[in-house]
T-cell receptor, first 110, second 112 residues
Framework: GQSLEQPSEVTAVEGAIVQMNCTYQTSGFYGLSWYQQHDGGAPTFLSY????GLEETGRFSSFLSRSDSYGYLLLQELQMKDSASYFC???????????FGKGTRLSVIA | AAGVIQSPRHLIKEKRETATLKCYPIPRHDTVYWYQQGPGQDPQFLISFYEKMQSDKGSIPDRFSAQQFSDYHSELNMSSLELGDSALYFCASRGGTSYEQYFGPGTRLTVT
């Protein structure tokens, strides 16, 4: 089976940096994806790591350590619009579906 | 750029009724996934299709069925609806060697 763990909630101040962690237990791991979802909206792809290390896309960075079965999403220069749920998801081989964590609800406060 | 289209966006049904949700993937995407997301929950995989053939099956109830048609659009058919079926239903598509799944806006199903 596959399981992912994420903190349920995080609160951070506008302009600050926040890190959201994800640990996973899975077989057939091919990569870790991150999705953002605003209330009532669709999950939107943010980042993907197949190999160890850091991937950077603008204000968003994602890190993966395959040996530790651990990853995180880093958001810099937080904005109010970043308030949303952030899901990590494990990708298996080929066309297999994503397995999502329970998500971390980020609240950005002034 | 074209996105995944889902219809209807909102649907209200009564218990024991049937519902059909439609999904139109991004052109040239060969894989379609259906997910169900309850309030405050993560998306749960239901079923997927690759090149019009069922590819993987998740926690899809026997009351539900799905298919992908020759034009690659997909339909999720839901019968004997229960209150617990109230949720957001997302379709996602993926193409070629890309690892990214593109999600549609979802259909919000309310069963009363």
């Amino acid at each position: 089976g596959q399981s992912l763990e994420q903190p349920s909630e995080v609160t951070a101040v506008e302009g600050a940096i926040v890190q959201m962690n994800c640990t996973y237990q899975t077989s057939g791991f091919y990569g870790l994806s991150w999705y953002q979802q605003h209330d009532g909206g669709a999950p939107t792809f943010l980042s993907y790591n197949a190999l160890d290390g850091l991937e950077e896309t603008g204000r968003f960075s994602s890190f993966l350590s395959r040996s530790d079965s651990y990853g995180y999403l880093l958001l810099q220069e937080l904005q109010m619009k970043d308030s949303a749920s952030y899901f990590c998801a494990v990708r298996g081989r080929g066309n297999t579906p994503l397995v999502f964590g329970k998500g971390t609800r980020l609240s950005v406060i002034a | 750029a074209a996105g995944v289209i889902q219809s209807p966006r909102h649907l209200i049904k009564e218990k024991r009724e049937t519902a059909t949700l439609k999904c139109y993937p991004i052109p040239r995407h060969d894989t379609v996934y259906w997910y169900q997301q309850g309030p405050g929950q993560d998306p749960q995989f239901l079923i997927s299709f690759y090149e019009k053939m069922q590819s993987d099956k998740g926690s899809i109830p026997d009351r539900f069925s799905a298919q992908q048609f020759s034009d690659y659009h997909s339909e999720l058919n839901m019968s004997s609806l229960e209150l617990g079926d109230s949720a957001l239903y997302f379709c996602a598509s993926r193409g070629g060697t890309s690892y990214e799944q593109y999600f549609g806006p979802g259909t919000r199903l309310t069963v009363t």
